[in-house]
């Protein structure tokens, strides 16, 4: 078993689950007691901070009452998060756990963030003398940021299946798995009731928040776009890029393709991906400016309809009976403003 510290700062592991079962209160007990009431708050602090920050917060951990609330907090929060109901709202919060962790993964030995590469099912090889650290492709590929150029591929080369990553790397990859699983693992719950009656204050409190979240989302343009008469698929892509996800290529692609299409400049493309948790303005800059053509003799064209579905970024649950009409994203947004002025 490992040191209370570590089980605090890492509450996702499975060690972390043991000592809970073997240590922890009944379900029950952490609802009610008054002793538990620290961790109910923390519980709360974490989604707050989730929210707004898009990180959970860092507390003390300096003694054993401190880690053992911290340990405590992260179920409880994890069950609220549930509770309240929105899918934008645990995307968020599992972005602000995994990037919570990503910062404590920076300064820990290789061997231990192999560790926890195998509890996140991630194939990963090192090699103790060359200190050469490899991934095997697949999990690279959906988890690393390849939009940026030194994360493609053909810029690290690849030899029977795996790819050669630095420490560093690993930690970012890392964040991406947990956020993935944690979210993966929120949608699959359901909300418990005894969580909900004890909660439902803050629950209420944080579906407000959410709903004039949304509303102002909506109803305020992206420069000169109006959001809430985009098409499904580019709501869908830039609901994901606000929420902290790893959003693929191609998505970020045809929304950049899109919005400079409707002539939204680059800075205004570039405030929509700034709430990446590895945002770089710069790398960011040079391929916003390449894909509009203003540092390339190329401006490219947003994907057709059948092209998106082709790529896998097309919500075919979200389509709506003006999808059904139309063959280009484009033209649902004109045909949208058609419709308005009718």
């Not at 994360?151 to 956020?179: C, H, P, Y």
């Not at 990446?276 to 391929?287: C, I, V």
Request: with cysteine.
């Amino acid at each position: 078993m490992r040191e209370l510290v570590t089980l605090a700062k890492y509450p996702f592991l499975q060690d972390t689950r043991q000592f809970i079962k073997e240590n922890g209160p009944s379900i029950h007990e952490l609802l009610h007691d008054p002793p538990y009431e620290r961790a109910r708050i923390v519980s709360i602090e974490r989604l707050d901070n989730a929210l707004k920050n898009r990180d959970v917060g860092r507390r003390s951990l300096a003694n054993e009452s401190d880690c053992i609330m911290e340990i405590l907090s992260y179920p409880l929060a994890r069950m609220v998060a549930v509770c309240i109901g929105d899918s934008f709202f645990k995307k968020r919060y599992a972005l602000g756990e995994a990037s919570h962790v990503y910062k404590y993964l920076l300064n820990e030995t290789t061997p231990f963030l192999l560790a926890v590469a195998q509890e996140l099912e991630l194939t990963v090889q090192h090699n103790p003398e060359t200190n050469i650290i490899k991934i095997y492709f697949k999990d690279y590929l959906r988890n690393a940021p390849t939009r940026y150029k030194e994360w493609k591929m053909v810029n690290r080369g690849i030899n029977k299946g795996f790819l050669t990553i630095s420490q560093k790397d690993l930690a970012r990859i890392l964040l991406e798995s947990l956020r993935e699983r944690i979210n993966t693992e929120l949608i699959s719950r359901e909300c418990d009731k005894n969580v909900y009656n004890v909660f439902s204050t803050d629950i209420q409190r944080f579906q407000n928040m959410l709903a004039l979240q949304k509303k102002k989302m909506e109803t305020t343009p992206v420069g000169k776009v109006s959001i809430e008469k985009l098409p499904p698929c580019m709501k869908d892509i830039l609901s994901a890029i606000q929420s902290g996800e790893n959003v693929p290529h191609m998505g970020r692609f045809s929304l950049v393709a899109f919005l400079s299409s409707l002539k939204l400049n680059t800075n205004d493309i570039l405030k929509l991906f700034s709430t990446a948790p590895d945002y770089q303005e710069d790398k960011t800059r040079y391929q916003v400016e390449h894909i509009t053509g203003a540092s390339s003799s190329t401006e490219y064209k947003c994907p057709g309809c059948e092209k998106m579905r082709t790529y896998g970024i097309c919500p075919v649950d979200k389509m709506d009976e003006l999808c059904k009409k139309i063959h280009h994203p484009l033209s649902y947004y004109s045909n949208k403003w058609k419709q308005e002025k009718q």
